[in-house]
C-alpha cells in the first residue's frame, strides 16, 4: 500500500471541492466544499506527517481544524445575514456589485 | 513513487483494503455532494466524507485527529451547517442547471485540467528520501506528542488562536445580535395605546388568521362578516417575510378549489 | 550679484508664495508680483551670464547638495554654454510672457492668483531642468513641469483644453517613463561599476554592451523627441497649442520642447555617444521629414495657432538635425537655433494671441487686411513671420543657416533637402500674412484696435533681439561654440575639412 | 520527544499583545461600557493601544531574533518596518473608522427595516468594529513575521476574518456591502484552502512546517521539485489573493466597492503591506534558492497584474472601483519587488508599501468626504467640477492620484523608482518595461480624474464635500504631508530602510 | 587692397533712413519722402566719393575692403560682416544710388496722392541699402543677405497696394519664386564651404585653382539658379510679370534697372568659379538664350505697358546672362549692357508711369494712342529709350547690345553660330514689340476713355526722365568709347587670349540693324497701318494666345508645382489627421476598448470569480508540470 494513494486521493477532493466552489449556487453548499478543500489539505498533511514521521503536520491539521471552525461561524454567520436582507441564499443572487 | 511507499509493519494489507473501499465511497460522497440537488443531503454526505477522513487519518497513526475530526469538525462544525440550514429553509433546493454562460464548460475544463494535472505531478514527485512512518514519533502516544508540540514548539499560534475565536463569536454576534434600541413597551402602555390609537377598530384585538375556515394553516387570512379577507389577521412576521398567501383566492363566492387540491 | 543656480531657482518660487499670500481680490498686485519677480530673475541670469566664463568649457557656477544619499542622488547644477543660453532665454521670456499675457488669465477655471503661481513655478523648474547635473533631478524636473504647464493649458486654454491638456500629459509622461526605465538602467549599471551614482559625468564613463547603450539611448531619445516635437511624435503639440493661451504656448514650444532638444545634446549625445552614432540616420531622416512634413501641415492649417506650431515642427526638424550632424556648425547652430526659436516663436504666439483676442476666432480667413487698420500689430506679425521663415538679418537665419552647412558637410542629401523648406517657410509664413494682413479689411476686422503701450513694451524686447542677434549673433556664439565643440570632441568627431573637390 | 518549556520574549511580542490585550479589554467594554460612552472609550482605547504599540515597535528596532516565540516568529529589521507601516496606516485608518457615517447603525437589522430607521435615529453605533479592527491589525502585525507555516496561517486567518466581518458593516447601500463580505469572505476562505493546501505540499517536501526547515530543505534537496513547486504555487495563490494580483484579483473591486470606505482604506492599504510583508519574507528566505522556478511565474503574473489593472481602471465609472484597480496595478509594480529578489528590492518594496499605504488612506478619506443626501458619492461623473467647488479637497486628491500616478515629487515617484530599479538590477527588464508601459496607461486614468475634478464643469446634483471632521482631515493632512515629504525628502526614510532592512534567518 | 572705414555708410544711410521712416510711423509723413530721397542721394555722394578715391588708386589697389565685425564664427566657418569695393561693385553702387534718387525723386510726386508714401519711402530706402549690401558684401553669406533683402523690398514694395488680394498675391508669388532662387545661393554657399572650405569671395578666387571642376561646376550650377530667381530667367521668370503690380517707380528701380540683375551681377562676380566650370557655363549660356526668346516672344503679345515693358526686361537680362555666360570676354560687355539698360529701361518704365499717371492709371495699350501730342516730354524720353533698346547708334543699346552679339558669334563653332542667331533675332523681336508699344501709346488715334484727360507730368516725375533719357542717349558712347568698362573692370577677370572673330563687328552690326528694321517694319506694318483695336482681339492666332499668357508659364507652374503641392498638402494634413494622430488615439482607444472588455470578466458573479482562481492554480499547475 502506497501511502501515496493518500495524497491522490487528497488532490481528487481537493479537486472535487474547488469544483464544487464554482458550480454549487447555494451559499452554505459553496461553503461546505470549501470546507471539503480545507479536509483535503488536512488528509495530506496527514499523509506528509506519516510519510516524514514527523508530527508537525498533524499539528498543523489540528490548527486548521480550530482556525476553519472559527471560519464557519463567521461565514455562516454572514451568510445568515445575506440571506435574512435578501431571502436567497442563492451567491448568484449577490452580484449588484460588477464591472 | 518508490520513495513514498510505505511498509508499515502488519497493518499494510488491511490498510489497503480499508483505503480501497473507502476511497471510492470518499470519493463518491464529494461527489454526490456537487450533484445532488438540496442542501441538506449535501451536508450529509460532508459528514460522511468527513468521518471517512476521520477514518483515515486513524489509520495513518493520527489517532487525536480522527477522535477530532469526527467529535469537533463532523459532530460541531457540521452541525453548525445544519442549523443554518434549517434556519434558512430546509426544504430549499438547488437549480443544477447553469446560469452563468460559459461557466460550466470552463469550470470543467478547469478542474479537468486542474485535477488531471496535480495528480499526474503527484505521481512524478520524488522526495529523495524513504518515508518514515509515525512509530517513532508517536513512540508516547500520539496525543503526548502532539501536546508537546503544540504547547511548547507551537504556543504562540496556539495562543493567537484565542484570539481568532473571540474574532468568530465577536463577529457572529455583530451580524446577528439585535440589540435593544427602543425599551420594550409594558403591557400598560400597549394597552394605552390600543384605546389612544387613531380607531377602536383595534381595540379588541386583532382577527385571529383563517385556520380552519378554509385551510389549515397560519398563512391564510381570516373572513369578515361580509365575507372579504381580514389583512391584518396574518402574523407580521409572515406578512413581511412574504409567506403569506395571497387572500384574494378565499373570499367567499370565489372559492378556488385548486388551492385546496394542491395542499 | 547672486552667482549661485540655487538662489536663482528660488527666486520664482519665492515669488510664487508672496502671490499665493495675497488676497483672491487683489489681481493687479498678483500681475504686478509676477512681473517683478521675473525681471528680477531675467536680471539676475543676465548677470550670471556677464559672470560666465566664455572660454571655460567646464561647467560653472556648480552646486552639489546630497539630496536622496541612498541612491546616490545629489541636487547637483551647474551650466555651460548651451545651459546658460537656454536659462537665458527661459528667464527673458518670462516677463515678457507676463507682461503680454496681462489679461490671459481671465477667464480661466481659476483665479489669476493661481496663473501667476503656476508660471513662477514653472519658471523655476525650467531654470532647473537646464541646470541640473544630475540625471535624476534633471528627470524629476522634467516630469515635474507638466504638471504646471498641464493645468496652465487646462485650466487658463480655449476650446478644448482640458483633452489638449490630457493629450500633452498623457504623451509627455509615456515619453518620461521610457526615459525613466533608460534612467533606472543607467542607475543600475553605475551600481555594478563602482557606486550608484546619478551624476552626468560618472554616468558618461559608463561602460556599456553596445545592445544596452541603444536601448537606454531610444529610452531618452523617444522621450526627447516627443518633448521637441519630431516627427511621428508630434501630434500632441498642435492640439495643446491650440488650446494655451499665448503666454502658455510661448513658455511651451519656447522653452519647454527645447528641453528636448537640450535634453538630445546633454543626455543623448554624452551618455551614449555610440548609440547616437548608431542611430544618427534613423534621426536624421526623422528631423528632415520633420521639417518638410511640419512645413507642408503648416501651409495646410486654417487655424493661426496650429499653424504656429506646425512651424514649430518644422524648426524642431532643423534643431534636431543640426544636433545630430555632428558638425560644430550642426551643433552651435542648432544651440542657437533653440535660443532663436524661443524669441521668433514668442513673438508668433504673442502677436498672433493679440490679433485672435482681438477678433474673437483663431481661424485666418476671419482676418484680412490688419494692415491697414492695426500697422503695429500687422508689421510684429509679420516681422515674426519673416524671423520665422529665417529672414537674412533675423536672428533665426545665422542658426537655420549655420544648421544647414553644418549638416551639408557630412550629410549632404539631408541638408539639400532640408534646404525645400526654406521655400515651404516662405508660404506658411506669407500666407497667413496675405489673409491676415493683407488684402481689403474684411467685416468684422474694422474697429479692430493696435496694440497698446504695455502690448508694445512687451514685443519691442522681442523683436529687438530677433534683428540684433541676425546681424551680431557673436555674444551667443562666443558662449555656445566652446559647449559645442566640447561636445563633438567628447563624441570623437572632428568637423569634416574641405575636400577641395577631388583635384 | 522530550517537552521543553515555552518561553515567549515578551518584549519583543509586545506590539501584538499590546494590541490583543485593547482588543479584550474593548470586547468586554461592548459588554460593560453604556452605550453613551462607548464609542469614545472604543476610539480611546484603539488609539492608544495601536500607539503604544508603534512606540513599543520602535523600541524594538534594532533587535533581531529568531526564538522571539519558540521559533513561531522572526523579529528583524523587516518585520519591525512592516509592522511599524500597519501600525501608521491603522492609526490613520482608524481616524476614519471613527466616522460613524460609515457604518450601519445595526448590523443584525434588515435593510430598509423599521428597525434599521430607529436605530440610526437612536444613534447606535456598531462600535465593535473597534475591537475587530484592533484583531485585524494584530493579525496583521503576525503575518509578515511569522517563521512558521502554522503561525503564517493563523495571522493569514486573523487578519482575514475581522475584515470579512467589516465588510458588511456599510451604512449605505447595505446589500452591497453585505454581498461583499459574502464574496470576500467565500473567495477568501477558498484561497486559504488553497494555501492550506500549498502549505501541505511545502511540508511533505522539506518534513518541516518552519521557514528555515523549508529552506534548509530547498537548498540540500534530494528528490525532485515537484513538492516544493506545487507547494510554491499554491502557498503564492493564497498570497496572491490577499495582494490582490491577476487571475486572483477579482474580489478585490466589488469588495473595495461594498465595503464601508474606511474599511476599504485600511484593507487596501494594510493588508497590502502586510501580505507583501509575508511574501517578502518566505520567497526572501525559504523559496530564495528555487528562484529559478518561481521568478518566471511572478514575472507573468506581475506584468499581467499591472497591464490588467491599468487597462481595466480606464473603463471604471466609480472612484472604488477605480482606486481597487489601481491597487490591483499596483500590486503588480510591488511584485517587481519580489520577483528582484535583492536588498534593494526588500528596501525599495518597504518604501513602496508604505508610501502607497498612506497615499491610499489619504485617497480612500477623500472619497468618504465627497457626498450627498444618501451618503457618498462614487460616481465618477458627479465629482465633476470638484475642484472649483472644494479646491483643497481636490488637490489634495490629484495629490494623491499623482502620488500613485508616480509622479516626481511624490513618494509614489521614488518608491516607483526604487521598486523598478531593484529589479532591473536582478536582471529582470520585462517587468520593468511593462511596469513602465502599464504606468503610463495608468496615468491615463489617473489625469482622467483630475481633469474631471478641476476641467469639467459641476453639476449641480447635491454633490458636495462635507466639511471633514477632525480626524478625518488629519488623516488627509497626514497622508499628504507624508506623500509630498517622501516625495521630496526621503532620504531619511531611505536611510533607515536600509539600515534595518535585512532578513535575519 | 586698401581698407576704408567709409564704405558701411553707403549701406547705413538709405538704412537709417528706412529705420527712421518705419519705426516713426504716421508722424514722418510730412517729410518722410524728403528724408527717404536726401538718404538715396548721400548715398549716391558717397559712391561718388568713393569712385573718386577710386579713380585716384592704381588698378591693383582699387578695391576697397572694410571690415564691420565678426559675424559668423563656427568652428571653420567664419563669415565676417565685411563689405568689399570694387571696380565691379562700384559700377552696381552708382547704378543702384544714381538711379535710385533719380527714382525717389520721380516718386515724390507720383506718390504724391497715396496716403502712405512715407512708408512708400521707407521700402525704397530699404531697398536701396539691401542691394547695396548685396553688391558690397564680400562673401557669398554676405551678398546673401542682401540678397534676400531686396526680395523682402520687393515683395514690400509689388504689395505696396496689397489691398487688392491680385496685389497681395503678386508680391506673395514673386517671393516665393525668388526663395527657390535663393535657395540655389544656399546650395552654392553649402558646396563651397563643404569643399573649399570658406564662403568669401577671396577665400574661394584663392583656392579655385585648385578645386576640381565638378564642385566648382555644381557650384556654378547652384548660383545660376539663384541667378535664374532674381533675375526672371527661365525657368524662374514667372513671377517678374506679376510683379508689376507694384508702383511704377518701383518696376523702374527694381524690377528693370537695379534687382533683377542681380543675377548678372553674381554670375560675374563668381566668374572665378563660372571660368573654371565650363558646363555650367555653357547653361548659363543656354539659360540666357531661352530667356531671351522668352521674354521677347511673351512681349510681342501683351497689352499691359508694363507687362510688355517686363517682358523686355526679362528679355534684355537675357542678354545679359548671355554676355555673362560667355566667358571672360563677356562679363564687362554683360555689365555693360547692364548698365545702359538700367538708364533706358528705367527711363521707359518712367515713361510708362508717367503715361498712366495722365491716364487715371490705365495700363491696357490699346486704350492709349496718340499721347505724343499731351505728352511731349515722356514722348521724346520714352522715344529715346526706344531707340536705345533697339540698339539704334549711337544710342546706348547699340554699343552694349552689339558687343553681346558680337561676342555670342564669336563663341566659337555651331554654338557661336547658334547663339548669334538667337541674338539677332531677339534683336529683331526687341525692335517689333517696343514699335509695337511705341505705336500703341503714343501714336495713331486715341482710344482713350471718356473720363481720361491725358496731360504732361510735373517736373519732379518728367525730369528724372529726361536725365535718363540723356543716359540713354550717351551712356554707350561713354563707357564703351575706349573700352573703358572693359579695361576698368580688366583687373577683375582672369585674362583671355583673342578669339578668332567668325564675324567681323561691322557685319555684326549691319545684321543687327538690319534685325531691327526688320522688327520696326513689321510691326510699323501691322499697328499703323491697320486700326488698332481698343479691345484686344480674340480671333488670333494660337500663337498670340499663348503669348498673351505668358508662354503657359503659369499654368505650367500650376500644373506641375501649385496643384500637386496643393494636393500633397491637403493629403498631409489628413493622413496627420487620421493617420498619425489617429494611430495615438487608436492606441488610446484600444486601451480604452480592452478595458472596457476586460471589464467583463468582472461579472458579479463570486463563482466566476472562482473559477478564475481556479483557472489560475490550473495554469500554474500546467507551468509546473511543463518545467519539471
Known sequence: MDAANYLYLSALLFTIGAVGVVVRRNAIVVFMCIELMLNAANLAFVTFSRINGDLNGQVVAFFTMVVAACEVVVGLAIIVTIYRSRRSASVDDASLLKR | MVDLAISVGTTQNPEAILFWVLAPLTVAAALGMLLVKKAVHSAILMASVMINLAIFYIAQDALFLGIVQIVVYTGAVMMLFLFILMLVGVDSSDSLTETITGLRPIAIVASVGFGGLLISLIGRATLGRSAVGLSEANMNGNVKGLASLLFSTYVWPFEVVSALLITAALGAMVLAHHQRIQTRPTQREMSTARFRGESLANAAGLPGPGVYARHNAVDVPALLPDGTPAANSINATLKARGDMLTSGSFELGKVDTSAEEEK | ?503 | MEFTTPVLNYTLLSPILILLGAALISVLVEAFVSKALRPITQLSITLGALVLALVQVWRIRNEQSLTAAMGSVIIDGPAVLMQASILIISIISVFLIADTEHFTALAASLPGSDEERQAVQSGNQVTEVYPLTLFAVSGMLLFPISSDLITLFVALEMLSLPLYLMAGLSRRRRLASQESALKYFLLGAFSSAFFLFGAAFLYGYSASVTFAGIRDAVVGSGGNDVFLLIGISFLSVGLLFKVGAVPFHAWSPDVYQGSPTPVTAFMAAATKVAAFGAMLRIYYTSFANAQWSWTPMLTVIAIVTMVFGSLVAIAQRDVKRMLAYSSIAHAGFLLTGVIALNKAGLEASIFYLFAYGIATVGGFAIVTLVRDAAGEVTDLNRWKGLGKRSPWVATAFAGFLLSFAGIPLTSGFIGKFSIFSAAYESGAKSVVIAGVLSSAIAAFFYIRVIVLMFFTDPVEDGTSVEIPSALTSLSVIFAMIVTIALGVFPAPVLNLISDLATFIR | MTTSNSLVYLIALPLLGATILLLAGRRADKWGHLLGTLMSASSFGVGLYQLSQMLSRSNEARPVTQKLFEWISVGTFNVDAGLLLDQLSICFVLLITGVGTLIHIYSISYMSHDHDRRRFFAYLNLFIAAMLLLVLGNSYLNLYVGWEGVGLASYLLIGFWNQKPAYATASKKAFVMNRIGDMGLSFAIMIAFATIGTVSFEGIKEHAHHTSTGALTAIGIMLLVAATGKSAQFPLQAWLGDAMAGPTPVSALIHAATMVTAGVYLITRSNFIFDAAPTAQLLVVIVGAITLLFGALIGTAKDDIKKALAASTMSQIGYMILGAGLGPVGYAFAIMHLLTHGFFKAGMFLGAGSVMHGMNDEVNMRKYGALRKFMPITFVTFGLGYLAILGVPPFAGFYSKDMIIETAFNSGGTKGIILGVVTLLGAGITAFYMTRVMILTFTGKSRWDAEAHPHESPILMWLPMAILAVGSVSSGFLLSRGDALVNWLAPLFEHHGEHEELLAPIVVSGLALAMVAIGVAVAFLKYSRQEVAAVAPENVSVFTKIARQDLMQDSFNEAVFMRPGQLLTSALVKTDEHVIDGAVRGVAQLALGSGSVLRGVQSGFVRSYAALILIGAALLIAAIWVVI
Open chain 3, 1 to 503: 550679484m547672486l552667482n549661485s543656480l540655487t538662489l536663482l531657482m528660488a527666486l520664482p518660487i519665492i515669488g510664487s508664495i508672496v502671490v499665493a499670500l495675497l488676497p483672491k481680490t487683489k489681481e493687479t498686485l498678483a500681475k504686478q508680483v509676477a512681473l517683478i519677480t521675473t525681471l528680477i530673475v531675467a536680471g539676475a541670469t543676465i548677470a550670471m551670464a556677464v559672470n560666465f566664463q566664455r572660454d571655460n568649457v567646464d561647467l560653472q557656477f556648480v552646486e552639489k547638495y546630497s539630496w536622496i544619499p541612498t541612491f546616490g542622488i545629489n541636487f547637483a547644477v551647474g551650466i555651460d554654454g548651451l545651459a546658460l543660453v537656454l536659462i537665458l532665454m527661459s528667464t527673458v521670456l518670462a516677463p515678457i510672457v507676463v507682461l503680454a499675457g496681462w489679461n490671459e488669465a481671465h477667464g480661466g477655471r481659476w483665479s489669476v492668483k493661481v496663473f501667476y503661481i503656476l508660471i513662477l513655478v514653472l519658471e523655476t523648474m525650467m531654470i532647473g531642468v537646464f541646470a541640473a547635473t544630475d540625471v535624476f533631478l534633471f528627470y524629476v524636473i522634467f516630469e515635474a513641469m507638466l504638471i504646471p504647464v498641464y493645468f496652465l493649458i487646462g485650466g487658463y486654454g480655449t476650446g478644448q483644453r482640458s483633452a489638449a491638456a490630457v493629450k500633452f500629459l498623457i504623451y509627455s509622461l509615456f515619453g518620461g517613463l521610457l526615459m525613466l526605465a533608460s534612467i533606472i538602467g543607467l542607475y543600475v549599471m553605475s551600481g555594478a561599476q563602482g557606486g550608484h551614482t546619478f551624476d552626468l559625468q560618472a554616468l558618461s564613463q559608463l561602460e556599456m554592451s553596445s545592445t544596452t547603450q541603444n536601448f537606454l539611448f531610444l529610452g531618452f531619445f523617444i522621450a526627447f523627441a516627443i518633448k521637441a516635437p519630431l516627427w511621428p511624435l508630434h501630434t500632441w503639440l498642435p492640439d495643446a497649442a491650440d488650446s494655451a493661451t499665448p503666454g502658455t504656448s510661448v513658455l511651451l514650444l519656447g522653452v519647454l520642447d527645447k528641453v528636448g532638444t537640450f535634453g538630445m545634446i546633454r543626455y543623448c549625445l554624452t551618455l551614449f555617444p555610440d548609440a547616437s552614432k548608431t542611430f544618427t540616420p534613423m534621426i536624421l531622416v526623422l528631423s528632415v521629414i520633420s521639417i518638410v512634413y511640419g512645413a507642408f501641415l503648416a501651409i495646410g492649417q486654417r487655424d493661426l495657432k496650429r499653424l504656429i506650431a506646425f512651424t514649430s515642427i518644422s524648426h524642431f526638424g532643423f534643431i534636431t538635425m543640426g544636433i545630430f550632424a555632428m558638425t560644430s556648425q550642426g551643433q552651435s547652430g542648432a544651440t542657437l537655433y533653440m535660443f532663436n526659436h524661443g524669441f521668433s516663436t514668442a513673438a508668433l504666439f504673442l502677436v498672433g494671441g493679440w490679433m485672435i483676442s482681438r477678433r474673437g476666432s483663431s481661424t485666418i480667413a476671419d482676418f484680412g487686411g490688419l494692415q491697414r487698420v492695426t500697422p503695429v500689430m500687422a508689421w510684429s506679425f509679420f516681422l515674426a513671420g519673416m524671423s520665422s521663415l529665417a529672414l537674412p538679418g533675423m536672428s533665426s537665419f545665422v542658426s537655420e543657416f549655420l544648421v544647414l552647412v553644418g549638416t551639408f558637410t557630412r550629410y549632404p542629401v539631408h541638408a539639400v533637402i532640408a534646404t525645400f523648406g526654406i521655400v515651404l517657410a516662405a508660404l506658411y509664413i506669407l500666407i497667413p500674412v496675405q489673409k491676415a494682413l493683407h488684402g481689403p479689411t474684411t467685416a468684422g476686422n474694422e474697429n479692430l484696435s493696435d496694440l497698446n503701450l504695455r502690448e508694445k513694451i512687451a514685443i519691442a524686447p522681442v523683436i529687438a533681439i530677433i534683428i540684433a542677434l541676425g546681424f551680431y549673433p557673436s555674444p551667443l556664439l562666443k558662449v555656445i561654440n566652446p559647449a559645442s565643440a566640447h561636445v563633438i570632441a567628447q563624441m570623437g568627431f572632428t568637423d569634416p575639412a574641405p575636400t577641395n573637390g577631388d583635384k
